[in-house]
């Protein structure tokens, strides 16, 4: 495949990091050309942050990059190779349908991993066809945009382009290639991969290029490996946290969906929870509720364990210390994640100090939610605004004992009542991505081509903190009986 060079326009400023590392990292894969590429949907917000022109972008050449059928200056696309626990379970991976082919140099100074998703087979493929279909991919682009809304740490979404040509899955659907903007793809299955199958020396580099790429505050000493073991467990216990307060179910947190930057990965079977409860689950292929909304924090540290076990050749030559080093960073974690939560609760009540009572208010709280199936983004919506009709449990004696002792507990702090509003207001989201309103927008687009819906939806979510009048009616819940499942898109 050539290179473009009319591409210089674009402002594609690519470095290849990560091809300098050990090759068993990675297979050089080049997109596979498709039949007739057009664009359906542009990030040209984002397209300016990186650098890039939007108006040739937004083109037939925009097309033809977007899709792999032509490759940018600087590019060199690659298959990465990784591994991972999917339900528990070990197998060797590798990018299947993805392709990366480079690192943008942004304006900012930023580096970001250019991915693109569904362009065609790759050696590690295992006998799929590398393809996607349309609506998973603009499914992942709703959402991935909805999170980086909320200002929870994502892979975003630069644009979404028609093939031309069909795949096949249950049915004949249109295929899409998404360009996925990232920190970096550099996962706990990477590193899983390199202990399996790599050399010490291998995995030594991989350390040091994780540390490189997104520690770089770590000094290089001896203990490096061991405080990048402690970064890695904060930021899990930052990001599930953030989950957690939003209602985010990710739906597959397998250990090659887990970035070992911090940001969300991989947006398959994931949604957000209307009804508040803890055993919730979308994912059609998660059928004993594994990562289900109740069982993420614990997922986190289950694959934080993994992540660790890698690392224990570079902690201490002695196994036991080494094991002993590990144990006792992965204690933190829950403490950490707890610490995140619970600060995260406090803020949407609209509380800026602590008392030891704090938890018992919240826990209380969640218990009635759950109990009388409580919309969970609603709830606290009704409460930051004070509207408190229509729901049934605002009318129970219950809610109104549980209310009298919050408002107890506000009067007790320093902040006035329009402070406290506003930290609540900065903290529960007025819209979230629901899922009716998502297949809505895929429906249209899919089936009628109408684009409008999607970027409505887009609109209203991008800042979903604003309490506009336009975010009202995508308040609004689905009928009781809309039942949801999702599914991974391949």
């Not at 603009?138 to 028609?162: C, D, K, P």
């Not at 570079?314 to 036991?320: G, M, P, R």
């Not at 002792?405 to 506003?422: D, V, Y």
Request: glycine share 8%.
């Amino acid at each position: 495949m050539t290179n473009m060079n009319a591409s210089k326009d674009a402002g594609w400023n690519f470095d290849q990091s990560y091809s300098r590392l050990p090759n068993l990292l990675y297979k050089p894969t080049e997109p596979s050309k498709v039949k007739a590429p057009s664009i359906v949907i542009l990030n040209k917000p984002l397209a300016k942050s990186l650098g890039l022109n939007p108006d040739l972008l937004n083109s037939e050449e925009g097309a033809a990059i977007l899709a792999g059928n032509i490759l940018p200056e600087g590019a060199l696309p690659i298959a990465q190779a990784y591994a991972g626990h999917q339900f528990g379970h070990f197998n060797m991976l590798g990018d299947g349908r993805a392709i990366l082919l480079g690192e943008q140099l942004t304006p900012d100074g930023e580096r970001l991993d250019i991915q693109l998703k569904g362009a065609g087979r790759t050696p590690f493929s295992r006998g799929g066809d590398g393809r996607a279909a349309l609506g998973p991919m603009l499914r992942e682009y709703i959402i991935s945009e909805a999170m980086h809304g909320l200002g929870i740490a994502t892979t975003r979404s630069l644009g979404v382009v028609a093939t031309g040509e069909p795949v096949y899955r249950e049915s004949v659907l249109p295929g899409a290639v998404l360009t996925r903007v990232a920190d970096s793809h550099l996962r706990v299955g990477t590193f899983q991969f390199v202990r399996n199958w790599g050399s010490i020396e291998d995995l030594r580099a991989l350390a040091d290029y994780t540390l490189i790429r997104h520690y770089a505050d770590v000094e290089q000493d001896e203990g490096r490996y061991l405080n990048l073991l402690k970064k890695v467990v904060e930021q899990q216990a930052s990001l599930i946290a953030k989950w957690q307060l939003v209602g985010f179910i990710h739906g597959v947190m397998n250990t090659d969906n887990m970035a070992l930057s911090g940001i969300t990965i991989d947006y398959g079977p994931c949604a957000f929870m209307d009804t508040y409860d803890t055993a919730t689950v979308f994912s059609s292929i998660d059928r004993e509720g594994r990562y289900a909304y109740g069982n993420q924090p614990q997922i986190g540290a289950w694959n934080l364990a993994r992540f660790a076990e890698t690392l224990l050749p570079l902690l201490h030559e002695d196994e036991a210390a080494a094991v002993k080093m590990a144990e006792e960073t992965l204690s933190e974690y829950f403490s950490l994640f707890h610490q995140n939560w619970l600060s995260g609760l406090r803020s949407k009540l609209g509380i800026f100090n602590e008392e030891p009572e704090d938890e018992a208010l919240i826990a209380e709280l969640l218990e009635m939610m759950q109990e009388h199936q409580a919309d969970y983004t609603n709830t606290f919506r009704a409460l930051t605004l004070n509207q408190l009709a229509g729901q049934v449990m605002f009318d129970t004696q219950e809610y109104k004992e549980w209310h009298s002792k919050w408002q107890k507990r506000l009067e007790r702090q320093e902040e006035s009542k329009n402070e406290t509003q506003a930290l609540m207001k900065r903290n529960n989201p007025a819209v979230i991505p629901r899922n009716h309103r998502v297949e809505e927008a895929l429906e249209a687009a899919v089936e009628d081509e109408d684009l409008s819906v999607m970027e409505q939806l887009l609109e209203v979510l991008a800042d979903p903190y604003a309490y506009s009048k336009e975010q009202e009616e995508y308040a609004i819940l689905p009928p009781k009986d809309c039942a949801y499942q999702t599914f991974c898109g391949t």
